[in-house]
């Protein structure tokens, strides 16, 4: 059974600095990774799509990586603003559906 | 374009009640999904549409849970019996094959 861990669970960094964050997932055998942020009492809203061929995709201030054979991929966030504070959540295409990690909540301080 | 939503925002009801969650996806998307959300964790995967029929429904935790998107678009999620544990938010997502999914605000049920 596939299982999606994400490190850290929350972090807190001040305004400008560069960050990663990381998901760790235990099945190689994907389809796809997705990147998703979730504001407080909101919906998903999904940051990057990066398909089982791919390496990384990249999305403005936001790179993400995927190494399928070691079952980890990595959200990078370049000069983080206060704005980019939210919920951060990974799944993974397994099969007919996705399984997600539990987020890594990132505070952003002005 | 208008993206997935879902109604109610919020649903309180009585332990034991029975209840109707809408999900309208976005126009043209053949595949839907149905999450459970609890407070800190990441959505956990409920259903899967793909048109009319559910093609995944291992996801579902127990015979009070059913799902139905009769004419491929508007999905329902219907809770017969429900329970203190059932509290959570419900998230649909939709998406044009099975690749990106698209996510609805989701309906935040409480029961009482």
């Known amino acids: 059974k596939q299982e999606v861990t994400q490190i850290p669970a929350a972090l807190s960094v001040p305004e400008g600095e560069n960050l990663v964050l990381n998901c760790s997932f235990t099945?190689?055998?994907?389809?796809?990774l997705q990147w998703f942020r979730q504001d407080p009492g909101k919906g998903l809203t999904s940051l990057l799509l990066?398909?089982?061929?791919?390496r990384e995709q990249t999305s403005g201030r936001l790179n993400a990586s995927l190494d399928k054979s070691s079952g980890r991929s990595t959200l990078y966030i370049a000069a983080s603003q206060p704005g980019d504070s939210a919920t951060y959540l990974c799944?993974?295409?397994?099969?007919?559906?996705?399984?997600f990690g539990p987020g890594t909540r990132l505070s952003v301080l002005p | 374009g208008a993206g997935v939503s879902q109604t109610p925002s919020n649903k309180v009801t009585e332990k034991g009640k029975y209840v109707e969650l809408r999900c309208d996806p976005i126009?043209?998307?053949?595949?839907l999904y149905w999450y459970r959300q609890s407070l800190g964790q990441g959505p956990e995967f409920l259903i899967y549409?793909?048109?009319?029929?559910?093609?995944?429904d291992s996801g579902l935790p127990n015979d009070r849970f059913f799902a139905v998107r009769p004419e491929g678009s508007v999905s329902t999620l219907k809770i017969q019996r429900t329970e203190r544990g059932d509290s959570a938010v419900y998230l649909c997502?939709?998406?044009?094959?099975?690749?990106?999914?698209?996510f609805g605000p989701g309906t935040r049920l409480t029961v009482l």
């Open positions: 997502a939709s998406s044009p094959g099975s690749n990106e999914q698209f």
């Open positions: 099945d190689s055998a994907i389809y796809n």
């Open positions: 990066i398909q089982s061929s791919q």
């Open positions: 799944a993974v295409r397994d099969g007919q559906n996705f399984v």
């Open positions: 126009s043209g998307h053949t595949a």
């Open positions: 549409f793909q048109g009319t029929g559910a093609a995944d």
